[in-house]
């Protein structure tokens, strides 16, 4: 089945203004795909260093360019619960190759920093940045032209992000990537939810605290809620660079190991060497990031891509722009709720059908373009399916229900839990904002209310303890954008307006820094661009200006006659101390160089 018009035409407009940075791009991968991996035009010299810890037979074979090798970029660590599983992938991968005729070896590895460890720290304001490292890292792994393709280990927020950046500025290669998938079910996100409040208004010690954090994160995995982690893998997949079926079986099974060693061998099956060659920057195209967009809004995904997703296709010669994900957004229903969204984690989404479900539900409704190419082949509708362990140990594919199995986690097309999606774009007097509907009573998407005006997350903490937070207001806390400190995520303000909220104000956010997928119920205008230190408007708001913040109307307005605003000047922060510590003084260069979030914050320039 083709797309829907409506889907079709954004698509379209995307293809039009994307077609001189796009034509570009595909000759650059077409000159590449003819010098690549030719390990015979490589001097004697190059190619014992590439080989030189290779056995005696696969250095005649790499050396004749006999058989396909296989890079493996890895961001294995063990600050992550989600990428520790991967220690041990490295040696399936080689032995999977080695099984499947070609040979496989770790190209390189790259920082992967756990945003939930440096919330409300001084390291969250390297996050962001971390991206932009992580391709250049991945990059170099992949420079020694030593590889016939390449797959990649990472699952979390800016990780998978890097990867995809610089597996498609070595578009040439094939690319297929390979989670780990989520730690089984803990203490369930609203329980710990609950504590955190408590303990936010001192009636939960420590203790207590430590407790819940520990009982909810507790194991091998990704975090179970639906945050920027998971909606990775929900892309990846999606966009069709996950094998089908693979993106939330648990780590440390049998058929999660089976998974790996099935995309191993299908990685060596496309590369040039044989009669499938699929290399990634010509199989994701326009089409491709369009059904991106379509699984965001359909699983109330993290507001984070409203950035990656930018900088992603930017990679590829494609040039996105919020419209176009807004528009998206109007045009597709939330058929999942998952935490914040929800009270189900992703296990649990899994299980009621998961992303085979949704993908038949999207297509068969022409909600997402079918006619892809994947790393599976021809076509989107392979991956409406289930994966299982086979009586042999290897991965079968039974076709996903057709029933869900818990419509209050995930319904179908004609049961949605509402008619759009859960991300909105808005626009007015204050520039441009992002918010995250899904998780927001629609009796909350309207507020009016005067603003407090705050330049630090912690100063609006403050006066929370303070009691001076009374009465229905918008919370504006700026000079947190890419350029003033990195654009830190700010969920130390989750609890605090959730407090407030539950307590009967009204209570809104206003902020050009970012909350990401665990944004919650809180009505909360983020991304906000022009950012307060490039002398956005945001920077002119002064404490009881009335703002408007009308999520389903798509509007955010400063009420103060417009002559009178335009000639405020704008407010200075002493910013010195985001500067230095934590490595943040390597990073001015950053700091200096990125773009703005509309435009992917990225360092590398746009489309």
């Known amino acids: 089945m083709t797309a829907r018009r409506d889907i079709e035409a954004i698509t379209e407009r995307i293809r039009q203004r994307s077609r001189p940075g796009r034509e570009r791009y595909l000759g650059r991968i077409a000159e590449a795909s003819n010098r690549t991996a030719n390990r015979a035009v490589l001097s004697c010299g190059n190619l014992a260093h590439g080989f030189a810890v290779c056995s005696p037979s696969e250095k005649l074979a790499l050396g004749a360019d006999k058989v396909p090798n296989l890079g493996i970029i890895t961001s294995y660590n063990d600050m992550l619960s989600a990428h520790q599983p991967f220690e041990t992938f490295p040696a399936l991968i080689k032995d999977a190759a080695r099984e499947a005729g070609g040979i496989a070896q770790v190209a390189g590895g790259v920082p992967a920093m756990c945003d939930g460890v440096t919330q409300g720290q001084p390291g969250m304001e390297l996050s962001l940045f971390s991206r932009d490292v992580i391709a250049m890292a991945a990059a170099i792994g992949l420079s020694h032209n030593m590889f016939d393709a390449a797959v990649y280990l990472g699952v979390c927020d800016k990780i998978v992000p890097g990867l995809v950046i610089a597996a498609l500025t070595f578009g040439h290669l094939p690319a297929v990537f390979i989670p780990a998938g989520p730690m089984t079910t803990g203490l369930p996100n609203d329980e710990k939810a609950k504590v955190r409040q408590l303990y936010a208004e001192g009636k939960a010690g420590r203790a207590e605290l430590l407790e819940a954090e520990s009982k909810s994160y507790h194991g091998p995995g990704t975090c179970t809620f639906y945050g920027t982690a998971n909606s990775n893998q929900m892309l990846m997949e999606i966009m069709g660079l996950h094998t089908p079926g693979a993106s939330f079986v648990n780590p440390g099974t049998p058929l999660r190991e089976a998974l790996t060693r099935e995309a191993a061998k299908r990685a060596l099956a496309i590369t040039a060497l044989g009669n499938a060659y699929t290399p990634v920057g010509r199989m994701i195209d326009e089409r491709s990031i369009v059904n991106g967009v379509v699984g965001l809004h359909a699983t109330g995904g993290s507001t984070n891509h409203t950035i990656h997703l930018i900088a992603m296709a930017a990679a590829a010669g494609i040039a996105i722009t919020w419209q176009d994900i807004s528009d998206l957004s109007e045009a597709v229903p939330l058929l999942a709720r998952v ?95 992002v918010i995250k509907t899904s998780a927001v009573k629609p009796e909350r998407r309207l507020v009016e209310a005067p603003a407090k005006v705050f330049d630090s997350q912690q100063g609006l903490n403050e006066a929370f303890k303070a009691g001076t937070l009374t009465g229905d207001f918008i919370a504006v806390i700026r000079f947190q954008g890419p350029k003033a400190n990195g654009m830190p995520e700010l969920h130390k303000l989750t609890t605090v307006l959730g407090i407030l909220q539950d307590r009967g104000q009204r209570v809104a956010l206003v902020t050009d820094g970012r909350m990401s997928g665990a944004s919650g119920k809180v009505p909360a205008a983020i991304h906000v661009t022009p950012e307060a230190v490039e002398d956005g408007p945001i920077a002119r708001i002064h404490d009881g200006d009335i703002i408007r913040l009308d999520a389903e109307a798509g509007t955010l307005e400063v009420l103060v006659p417009a002559g009178d605003f335009a000639l405020r000047r704008t407010a200075d922060a002493d910013l010195i101390g985001n500067e230095f510590g934590f490595g943040r003084e390597l990073f001015a260069g950053f700091r200096q160089l990125v773009g703005r979030a509309d435009h992917g914050a990225s360092a590398f320039g746009t489309a």
């Not at 097309?413 to 626009?427: C, D, H, P, Y």
């Open 339 to 433: 935490y914040p969204n929800g009270l189900a984690d992703v296990n649990h989404f899994h299980a009621a059908g998961g992303l085979g479900f949704l993908i038949r539900e999207l297509l068969d409704e022409g909600i997402l373009h079918e006619d892809v190419q994947t790393v599976w082949g021809e076509g989107l509708r392979p991956y409406a399916v289930e994966a299982k362990l086979g009586a042999d140990g290897g991965v079968v594919r039974e076709a996903s229900p057709r029933e869900s199995g818990d419509e209050k986690v995930l319904a179908p097309f004609n049961k949605a839990f509402q008619a759009t999606g859960g991300l909105k774009v808005l626009s007015g007097n204050l520039g441009h904002a």
